[in-house]
């Protein structure tokens, strides 16, 4: 029997897909988001029996769901803000995307959220170079950057309150230094360069040249991002994002009539981020609502079914409301696979 093919194959070595195989990828996106809710819908109900799952649903039930949906907004506008910086690395790099198909695509890649480590992102990258033109490999940059941003602006809220509190200090310093190896490695190119002498033996071999080819256009194309400027840009947009994303769960506990403080709930929100991060679960399923759990009852001394309840509907509104969101795009971004070439002659045009 046929070995059926990996999500990522699917990619290796393409820098084009055609409609057919964008489709194919799509399409197992779906299963991972499938796989996903079912896996977080697990959990969930792990979490209900643990607070004790009649008690959590009352409490659930009895919210006022009128100011919860201001978390849902609070969310959904961290997505906006964070579309400055997506917006302004591609410009860096050269890819010129009108307005309109730019925030589809980008709202598109919400719907990555599941997949490990967000990586799933890539693909958009498909999408941006139908329509612009740039080769694939020279647009990854933005994806890598965008995640690694987002990762830097969790790190500072956790690390600023943990120290401020004197909590948890050394856990979180721990958690800031692994994820933070993986994005030196993407964002700087002298290990790279190192990698790629060590396996100049093994030149002859199709891996290699792949590995060398796309690599060389990758870290030529990320090398314009590599500066202060970019970078302090970055956190100004980042951090009141992040902010925002936080501010989920202080407005989920005062849908419970449970007033807390502000810093405490981006301490708490942040740090469950960065152990869920660490972990490379998609989705940070099991790991950041454990996290959660234990957190929003140590810190704000809530019973367990109170936190129970709070880390399921912060999470609903964190990572579900973007999942689903960001799916709703991804389809409708197929349409910019109809019309096969424009996109791409439109853009050599400008480039003359």
């Not at 509907?313 to 973007?322: D, K, P």
Request: charged content about 15%.
């Amino acid at each position: 029997m046929a070995k059926r093919k990996s999500f990522w194959s699917d990619l290796k070595g393409k820098e084009e897909l055609s409609l057919e195989e964008y489709i194919k990828i799509v399409k197992r996106v779906k299963y991972f988001i499938i796989a996903g809710l079912a896996a977080s819908l697990a959990v969930f109900v792990g979490i209900a029996i643990f607070g004790g799952i009649y008690k959590v649903s009352d409490i659930i039930a009895s919210m006022n769901f009128y100011v919860y949906a201001i978390a849902l907004l609070l969310v959904f506008a961290s997505y906006l803000i964070r579309f400055a910086k997506w917006d302004y690395y591609l410009k860096k790099l050269g890819v010129r995307v009108p307005f309109k198909e730019n925030m589809m695509i980008y709202l598109s890649l919400y719907s990555m959220n599941i997949t490990p480590g967000k990586i799933g992102r890539v693909v958009s990258a498909y999408t941006l170079s139908k329509i612009s033109g740039v080769k694939v490999a020279k647009i990854v940059p933005a994806v890598t950057m965008d995640i690694f941003t987002d990762f830097i602006g969790f790190a500072v809220f956790a690390l600023l309150f943990s120290i401020y509190a004197h909590r948890f200090v050394i856990y979180i310093l721990a958690a800031d230094l692994i994820l933070l190896l993986p994005f030196v490695f993407l964002t700087h190119d002298w290990l790279y360069q190192k990698l790629k002498n060590a396996l100049k033996r093994f030149k002859k071999n199709q891996y290699f040249g792949m590995f060398s080819v796309y690599g060389d256009e990758y870290f030529s194309s990320q090398s314009g991002l590599n500066n202060f400027r970019t970078y302090a840009y970055s956190l100004l947009v980042t951090l009141p994002a992040d902010f925002l994303v936080g501010l989920a769960l202080f407005i989920t506990l005062f849908s419970f009539g449970i007033t807390a403080h502000v810093g405490a709930t981006i301490f708490v929100y942040s740090s469950s981020q960065l152990f869920g991060m660490v972990s490379g679960v998609p989705g940070s399923i099991g790991v950041s609502d454990g996290t959660l759990v234990a957190m929003i009852g140590g810190v704000f001394n809530l019973d367990s079914m109170t936190s129970s309840a709070a880390t399921i509907m912060t999470r609903v509104a964190t990572l579900w409301l973007g999942v689903l969101v960001g799916s709703a795009f991804l389809f409708y971004t197929l349409k910019y696979w109809d019309l096969p070439g424009k996109g791409r002659r439109r853009s050599k045009k400008r480039r003359k």
